[in-house]
């Protein structure tokens, strides 16, 4: 009877029921011996090939601007051995999103390196275009660590690295220091003492200036420098947009108040009249970005604002808001390079991202402020001299770069342009901007719902 159980067993297509496995010496025998097969079948089994995609000799592309020729020129010289490799093309870096659309389409043709501003980095890290490489473990962290605070913000979406500051632009006050001298005028350090000073200057001095407003030094200067979320993430795909918050009608009151007053122009900062004003020296002061200095004020003859350097160009740190814990400020300008996920050729696109954020031998004499902080320490040399500068204008940039506000982060939409579809023409019919915030804040909800967002206004 034991030996028909165990033929029966052995023979059987399948596995007896239940029922039929008895506790016996007998039996176990017979599943230790199953098992014993069904190792060997493992260990004798051949994996399938897994063939690599990269290829550490595929050429990487990377998408410019003219600026950057002379950086990918270094690299090139630093690493001949990998300059045939770097294939640079100049182009407009604001048809990226839609291109990127199009090669997903196709299947071919995407950049392997792009320098590009973050929010044109934040449209192509959607579901729907899913460009950027992860940069959070390609780069190491003692590089990281080394880009000025705050710099990075801009770049890391839900957690994830996707982009390297090229440089800042990061806010700070610029005036015009005889001036202050003159008019006994002290450098407000508030910004409630910013709107006191503007009142003064109504009063005592009018026609002179303080500030311009167009959508950028609105959205730029004046929301971000208040915290006002046009666009606070949450989590990767909710955002709090409310500017019925106080700390958005604080600033657009302000600028309301400056406005009927006259002392903040009703047009850009690039603005033929704005640039009369200056020309006539009736520019008090203004905030702006870190490279106002170089290429708006200027002192050359080709210069925007001032034809001549007379050292009349002063700087200060960004102004603080009455319960803030300390004083913020917004950028207005700074790229990055992002690296995409379809490189053949990862590990040299990474090396070339990484080359092109911090080589302090390029950006050490660069163009504007070195997002990298050992690269703005030796670019600190490039304004020695200036007699543009009443002094040197660098302690307050790097001050200024220390407090850029880390709630700030790059979105899927332009924040700019509902300011500039209704802000703009309100301010310029003599409307004032708070009589608009139902209006720009359907504008920005519509814009972050089409881009996928979950937006909360509490």
Not at 106 to 112: A, H, L, N, V
Not at 137 to 160: H, M
Request: net charge neutral.
């Amino acid at each position: 009877m034991v030996m028909a159980v165990v033929l029966a067993a052995c023979a059987a297509p399948t596995a007896p029921p239940p029922q039929i496995v008895v506790q016996t010496a007998v039996v176990t025998s017979v599943v230790e011996k199953v098992k014993e097969v069904s190792k060997e079948v493992v260990i004798t089994a051949t994996p399938v090939p897994v063939k690599s995609t990269q290829d550490d000799k595929a050429p990487v592309v990377v998408w410019i601007d003219d600026t950057r020729k002379p950086l990918v020129e270094a690299f090139k010289k630093k690493y001949p051995d990998k300059a045939a490799l770097i294939k640079e093309e100049v182009v407009d870096r604001g048809t990226f999103p839609a291109k990127v659309l199009l090669f997903n389409n196709t299947g071919k043709g995407w950049p392997d390196v792009v320098f590009a501003e973050p929010n044109l980095v934040s449209q192509v890290a959607d579901s729907n275009r899913n460009f950027p490489h992860d940069l959070t473990n390609a780069v190491p962290k003692e590089i990281i660590d080394q880009f000025a605070p705050g710099a990075l913000a801009p770049c890391t979406f839900g957690g994830k690295l996707l982009c390297l500051r090229n440089d800042l632009a990061q806010n700070m006050i610029w005036f015009n220091k005889p001036l202050f001298e003159q008019f006994k005028y002290k450098v407000p350090t508030t910004w409630a003492e910013y709107e006191q000073l503007g009142e003064l200057v109504a009063k005592e001095h009018p026609g002179y200036i303080i500030g311009a407003l167009d959508e950028a030094s609105i959205t730029y200067i004046y929301l971000w420098g208040s915290r006002c979320p046009l666009g606070h993430a949450r989590d990767v795909n909710t955002l709090y947009i409310n500017l019925e918050d106080p700390k958005c009608t604080r600033a657009i009151k302000m600028m309301d108040n400056l406005t009927k007053l006259g002392v903040l122009a009703k047009v850009g900062n690039f603005d033929p009249a704005v640039a009369k004003l200056a020309g006539e020296n009736k520019v008090l002061m203004m905030v702006g970005p870190s490279w106002f200095g170089e290429y708006v004020f200027g002192g050359k003859p080709e210069s925007t604002y001032y034809k001549k350097a007379e050292g009349q160009l002063d700087t200060a740190v960004p102004m603080k808001w009455d319960g803030e814990d300390k004083n913020y400020t917004g950028f207005w300008g700074g790229s990055a390079w992002s690296v995409s996920r379809h490189a053949a050729n990862l590990k040299l696109a990474v090396e070339f991202a990484i080359f092109a954020s911090t080589a302090v031998e390029y950006h050490g004499t660069g163009p504007t402020y070195p997002a990298f902080a050992p690269s703005a320490v030796e670019w600190r040399k490039t304004l020695n001299g200036n007699p543009l500068y009443a002094q040197d204008p660098y302690p307050i940039m790097e001050k200024s770069a220390a407090v850029m506000d880390p709630l700030i982060t790059s979105v899927r939409f332009n924040q700019t342009s509902p300011f500039k579809d209704i802000a703009v023409p309100a301010i310029t019919k003599g409307q004032t901007i708070e009589s608009v915030i139902p209006a720009l804040q359907k504008a920005l909800v519509g814009l972050a719902s089409a881009q996928g967002y979950n937006v909360v206004t509490k």
